[in-house]
C-alpha cells in the first residue's frame, strides 16, 4: 500500500530520479529538547523520535531515494547515563521487531555500521537476523548507524589497508581514494548527497567524515521528533535548489 506524501504543497520538487538525492543521511537530534519542552523526560522524545524514523524512511522509499542512513548511536553516545542508554538499546530492538514485516512489504534493506559488537546481544541477535532477512530486498535501502564514529571508520579502513600492504596484498601506490571507500563500513552505498542535521546544531559530530566530502549540508531548526514527510520533503526541496559543482566550475 503506497503512503500518500504532500507532493501538492511542494510544486517545485523534482520526483526525476537524476534529480533526488541518491543517499541521504541524517543526523537526528532534539529528542532530548523535544521532550524538556513539554515537561517530560527525555526517553519520551526518543521514543517519539522514533515515529518520526517510520514516517521518514516510508516518505523516503515512497520518493524513490535509494540509500538512507540514520544515525541513532554515536559511538560517544554510550557515554550517557546508562539509563537512557538501556532505553535506547530496548527502542532499537523493539524498532525492529515491529517494523520487520513492513519493511520486507517495503522492498526495504536494512544494513547496520558500527562498533556492532559493543550492542547488547538481545540487539545485535535481532539486528543480525533483519540484516540478513532483508539482504535481498532491492526497492530501498536503509542504514542504522549504531555506535557509530566516523574517526573509528577512518581508523578501522587504515588499518585494513595497512594489514593488506603488510601482506603483500597490495602496494602503497595502491592505495587511493577508492581503496579507502572500499575499506570504510560503507563501501556498500555511494557517499551521501544530501546530509540533513535537525535541531539547530551545527555540527558534523564524528558522523561520516571521508564519505561528506561532497555532500549538500541541510540544517533545520526542527527537532527530531517533529521531523516528518513535510520536512523531508522540505529538505529535499533545498537541495535541488542546490548547485553542485564538485570543485568544477558551471558552464556559461
Ligand atoms: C539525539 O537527540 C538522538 C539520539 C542520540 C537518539 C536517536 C534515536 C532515535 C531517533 C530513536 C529511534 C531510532 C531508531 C533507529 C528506531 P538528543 O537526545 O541528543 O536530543 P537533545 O540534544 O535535545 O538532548
Do not use: C
Request: glycine share 6%.
Amino acid at each position: 500500500m503506497a503512503i500518500s506524501l504532500p507532493l501538492n504543497d511542494f510544486p517545485q520538487l523534482s520526483r526525476d530520479p537524476a534529480r533526488l538525492p541518491r543517499h541521504v543521511a541524517i543526523v537526528m537530534d532534539g529528542n532530548g529538547r523535544w521532550a524538556r519542552r513539554r515537561g517530560l523526560g527525555r526517553n519520551e522524545g526518543h521514543r517519539r523520535g522514533k515515529d518520526s524514523v517510520r514516517a521518514v524512511v516510508e516518505a523516503a522509499r515512497e520518493l524513490g531515494i535509494p540509500y538512507l542512513t540514520l544515525f541513532a548511536f554515536s559511538a560517544e553516545n554510550w557515554a550517557r547515563p546508562s539509563t537512557e542508554v538501556d532505553f535506547l538499546m530496548r527502542l532499537f530492538h523493539r524498532y525492529l521487531l515491529t517494523e520487520s514485516k513492513r519493511l520486507m512489504k517495503r522492498g526495504i534493506r536494512i544494513l547496520a555500521l558500527g562498533d556492532t559488537e559493543r550492542l547488547p546481544p538481545r540487539l545485535r541477535h535481532v539486528l543480525a537476523e533483519t540484516v540478513e532477512a532483508t539482504r535481498d530486498n532491492r526497492d530501498m535501502t536503509v542504514a542504522l548507524a549504531l555506535s557509530y564514529g566516523g574517526r573509528q571508520d577512518v581508523v578501522s579502513a587504515v588499518r585494513k589497508i595497512a594489514s593488506a600492504v603488510v601482506a603483500g596484498e597490495i602496494s602503497t601506490d595502491q592505495i587511493d581514494s577508492a581503496a579507502v571507500e572500499r575499506a570504510l563500513t560503507t563501501a556498500a552505498m555511494p557517499d551521501p548527497d544530501l546530509l540533513i542535521r535537525t535541531s539547530g546544531e551545527l555540527r558534523i559530530s564524528n558522523f561520516f567524515l571521508f564519505q561528506l566530502a561532497y555532500t549538500e549540508l541541510y540544517f533545520t531548526d526542527t527537532l527530531w521528533p517533529d521531523f516528518r514527510e513535510r520536512e523531508l520533503l522540505s529538505a529535499i526541496a533545498a537541495f535541488q535548489m542546490r548547485e553542485r559543482r564538485f570543485g568544477g566550475v558551471t558552464p556559461g
